[in-house]
């Protein structure tokens, strides 16, 4: 049976289903998905039977979760929630890129749709938020960019970084001191011996330098190739 106010605990496991696939295809697990939200494994069994029975999640026993059309527009609301937030605290009220995560995650599930909309459109209904993360629409639609992780591109590789993960904001506090933002241009020049740094160039110009980054950092940068396609929409009901 469906409920038509869901918890800000469901709110919260439709969204970091989401979220998991959202740069990559696999589905997540149980285990994935207590270790995200920081609860125990015997939690998330709880929460997802529960999921199950209000129709926004399909899971089998020892098998992947993934949401039903239900749980998918639950899920694109709430991601759309968080990502204008983390952006108005940026653009409006001076917050730093490392700081918005947790002050998003307090805000979303207090706010009104018509908050949310207002907010949308005195931002300019933009289409990213501050890591590069896209922002659904109104209507269900994603723009989601072409994008690899850097740790996955080949030597002589060129691009621009398009997304920054935010999951640790220390390393996000790194980026910020070195000047590694969205939209630097970045080349792969190769790596140091026996398994050692990335080298790579970022930037442009007379601000071009190089960088021995660790695989922490490699993995959390997302480089854009030139094509952008329609991520996700709506499913039908």
């Known amino acids: 049976m469906k409920t038509s106010t869901p918890s800000s605990s469901i709110e919260d496991y439709v969204k970091v289903i989401y979220s998991f696939t959202e740069w990559q295809d696999k589905p997540i ?3 994935q998905l207590a270790q995200r939200l920081g609860v125990a494994n015997s939690s998330v069994s709880e929460m997802v039977r529960k999921l199950k029975d209000q129709g ?4 089998q026993p020892y098998s992947a979760i993934t949401l039903t059309a239900d749980g998918f527009r639950l899920a694109l609301s709430m991601v759309r929630r968080h990502r204008l937030i983390e952006t108005y605290l940026v653009q409006e009220l001076g ?3 490392d700081e918005v995560h947790d002050e998003a995650e307090l805000l979303e599930h207090a706010v009104s749709d018509t ?3 207002r907010m949308a459109a005195k931002l300019g209904e933009p289409l990213r938020d501050p890591h590069g993360d896209p922002i659904p629409a109104a209507d269900g ?3 989601v960019p072409q994008a690899h992780r850097l740790s996955d591109l ?3 590789h060129t691009g621009r970084i398009t997304r920054i993960s935010d999951e640790n904001p220390a390393l996000l506090r790194y980026l910020a001191t070195e000047e590694i933002d969205l939209d630097a241009p970045i080349e792969v020049l190769g790596r140091r011996p026996f ?7 970022i930037g442009s110009g007379e601000s071009r330098r190089s ?8 993995s959390a940068l997302w480089v854009h190739s030139d094509k952008v396609h329609a991520g996700c929409r709506l499913p039908d009901a």
């Open 29 to 31: 697990t149980s285990s």
């Open 115 to 117: 908050f949310i909309e």
């Open 56 to 59: 926004l999640v399909d899971h």
């Open 141 to 143: 639609t994603v723009l």
């Open 211 to 218: 960088f021995d980054l660790a695989d922490e950092v490699t």
């Open 154 to 156: 080949d030597d002589g």
């Open 195 to 201: 398994g050692g740094a990335l080298v790579v160039r």
């Open 95 to 97: 917050y730093s890129w």
